[in-house]
């Protein structure tokens, strides 16, 4: 099952210092202009490649992001069908990050 959350709900996992695996699944460009603090990158062109060599535990708590929601969903579900069981979907991405005030980093 893919679960959705807000940014505000990563937000706060992102506060509490939650154990989660969290990945920016975007492309090297949109990752070196803004990133979300303490992301993962591991973007879709490379996903089905290195997919394993970051996320080796299949039941723990996995939150992707990326631009706007669309590809991390897919991400998401590549997961799903991989046998991953606790995937959570950013909504809105990295856009309702920015517009909600919370910080990126980039470089």
């Known amino acids: ?8 709900e990563v937000k706060t996992k992102i506060d509490a210092g939650d154990n ?3 990945i920016d699944c975007r492309e090297l460009p949109e990752w070196i202009d803004a990133r979300i603090p303490g992301a993962t990158f591991l ?3 490379e996903f089905e490649a290195k997919y394993q060599d970051v996320l080796k535990d299949k039941d723990q ?5 990326c631009r706007s929601g669309k590809r991390s969903l ?18 809105g991405g990295i ?13």
């Open 1 to 8: 099952m893919i679960k959705e959350c807000d940014v505000t």
């Open 20 to 22: 989660f695996q969290f």
């Open 61 to 65: 708590d996995i939150v992707i992001y």
């Open 74 to 91: 897919n991400a998401c579900m590549f997961l799903l069908s991989k046998g991953y069981t606790n995937l959570t979907n950013v909504e």
């Open 43 to 45: 973007p879709l062109s």
């Open 95 to 107: 856009i309702s990050w920015i517009q909600s005030g919370y910080p990126t980093q980039n470089g």
